[in-house]
């Protein structure tokens, strides 16, 4: 394996200045075996957050780069731009005939990735009220060319180009809704918002959880961003997918040694009462706010490799088939 020019990594001093006291994988509940709703980290209001500093010094950091400074004006068009007030008596129908007309409806605008799941409060932030039943969930790919040069400006500009094609979908989502006669929610990243939206979005068959935090979708590996419309309009549920990422991941290193401060781990962890994949939060951020949102670890995933993904499920596949096989010898 090439040797990453990015490592060592040593965070600027002036960076390291800002260091809360609280890790902030504390914030994030490593370690508790007990379960309780998510608190922000990051992507909230810095007066709020023990981390906002590092936040602030994040968006501070090449303020003149043009890619990064067009791609920013263009999401800011987007997060400014309201959506329509419901209008009407509300359109009363059968949860079939719903999902059906909105999933029709995705396939007119701009998304690669569409699901519902029922809403769980458990996904809501501490504090956080939300009063609907359904989420649906939305989700736009990365230009695979584009964000493999990660963790450079042509990468963090994508990202950014990214998170306002996700929220000018959840938008024209909610609009239809609302026009409908109905109330919608249209939750956008990167502010962390209202609720956390992967485990909504692996309820709803966008894939699983890589060993880099992040979600394997079979098509678009981890190259995609989210977006997420909550209401009530009766709906069905789209299943879950499962294509043994985990089987994968315990096998696979390639984000591990690609992380340049280290901070994708080989074993899972428990966080709030759950066992799953983590990264230290603590190590990521410093080389994340000095390299434009860095990306590495979703951008060298084999599975974001276009068209790998259905192949790896296949290999998988024979895989499983083989070992069942040597067990009923
Ligand atoms: S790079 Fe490998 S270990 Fe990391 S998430 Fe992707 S498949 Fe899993
Ligand atoms: S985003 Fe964070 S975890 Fe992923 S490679 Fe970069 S520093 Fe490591």
Not at 106 to 118: H, M, R, V
Request: proline share 9%; aromatic share 10%; with cysteine.
């Amino acid at each position: 394996m090439a040797k990453s020019p990015y490592k060592p990594y040593t965070p600027k001093p002036e960076q390291m200045a800002l260091v809360p006291e609280m890790s902030g994988n504390t914030v994030n509940g490593l370690g508790e075996t007990e379960f309780r709703q998510p608190t922000h980290v990051y992507w909230s209001e810095p007066k709020n957050i023990p981390h906002g500093g590092l936040q602030k010094f994040f968006f501070e950091q090449n303020p003149d780069n043009p890619a990064i400074v067009e791609a920013r004006a263009n999401r800011d068009e987007l997060t400014a731009a309201a959506v329509l007030p419901v209008s009407g008596p509300p359109l009363q129908q059968p949860a079939q005939q719903w999902s059906q007309q909105l999933a029709d409806y995705a396939g007119t605008i701009e998304l690669e990735l569409f699901g519902i799941t029922a809403f769980n409060p458990d996904w809501a932030f501490q504090g956080v009220e939300l009063d609907y039943k359904w989420v649906i969930v939305i989700g736009v790919a990365h230009d695979y060319e584009k964000i493999k040069t990660a963790p450079e400006d042509i990468a963090g500009a994508e990202v950014i180009r990214q998170y306002g094609r996700a929220k000018k979908a959840s938008k024209d989502v909610a609009t239809w809704i609302r026009n409908r006669g109905w109330d919608s929610f249209a939750n956008t990243g990167p502010m962390a918002g209202t609720m956390v939206m992967i485990p909504a979005a692996i309820e709803c068959g966008f894939g699983e959880l890589g060993k880099h935090g992040s979600i394997i979708n079979k098509e678009y590996g981890s190259s995609f961003r989210l977006s997420c419309v909550l209401t009530n309009v009766p709906l069905i549920p789209t299943p879950r997918q499962s294509y043994d990422v985990d089987d994968f991941c315990s096998r696979c290193r390639v984000c591990e040694n690609a992380c340049p401060p280290g901070a994708i781990g080989p074993e899972k962890a428990t966080v709030r009462g759950e066992e799953k994949w983590y990264v230290d939060f603590d190590k990521c951020i410093p080389f994340f706010n000095e390299n434009y949102g860095c990306s590495i670890c979703i951008s060298i995933c084999p599975w974001s490799i276009p068209d790998r993904g259905p192949r790896i499920v296949e290999q998988l596949l024979r895989r499983k088939e083989k070992l069942n096989s040597l067990v009923e010898e």
